[in-house]
């Protein structure tokens, strides 16, 4: 008796004793993109931040547009949830997503909605003075190329002062280069 109650518990023991981690999709497919109006990290040191956040204007130097992603996540390979001699792990366990992307970026372009100022009219692409992420469009687009495009989105940030007289919006048109191509609208602004 005492040897089959022994042989139980340690296949109880073998079968559930090891914590596994939560199983996750490895990869990632960009699915869509999002751009909002931002106010830049130099805006949320200022004391006086509360004092000018407003939905609808902004100082130039504390605005920014964030990029964000729609995101699929999948699996290249299943394991099997079932064994009577479970693998151990040593939990340390990962974010969907970790393996990246295989998609690349072809291009990236910023258009005016509006008359951002006197060199740049409606519908004219800003690429000329904007940085992504502290970079300019092709040197981040290359730096993004060579490893995988980062999961979280990017920050884009104007060179160049706008009228402010008016409300500015942005049109982002996000190509990859399997011939996928996303475009986002931000909300209007004014950029004081």
């Not at 295989?102 to 692409?125: H, V």
């Not at 469009?137 to 007289?165: C, H, M, R, W």
């Amino acid at each position: 008796m005492k040897k089959l109650n022994a042989t139980l518990i340690t296949i109880c023991i073998l079968t559930f004793g090891c914590d596994r981690c939560p199983q996750t999709e490895k990869y990632y497919d960009i699915e869509g993109v999002h751009l909002q109006n931002e106010f830049n990290s130099l805006a949320r040191t200022n004391p006086n931040f509360e004092a000018f956040y407003s939905q609808d204007s902004v100082k130039f130097e504390y605005f920014t547009l964030k990029t964000s992603y729609s995101l699929r996540y999948y699996s290249l390979q299943q394991q099997n949830a079932f064994s009577f001699i479970p693998a151990a792990y040593a939990l340390d366990c990962v974010e969907p997503g970790n393996g990246g992307t295989k998609e690349k970026i072809e291009s990236l372009t910023l258009l005016a909605l509006s008359d951002y100022n006197s060199r740049f009219k409606t519908g004219d692409t800003l690429n000329a003075i904007i940085n992504v992420n502290g970079l300019s469009v092709s040197n981040y687009i290359e730096n993004q190329n060579q490893f995988t495009v980062d999961l979280f989105g990017f920050l884009i940030n104007l060179t160049e002062k706008p009228d402010t007289a008016v409300k500015h919006s942005f049109k982002l048109i996000y190509k990859l280069q399997n011939g996928e191509i996303y475009e986002a609208e931000s909300q209007p602004i004014k950029i004081l």
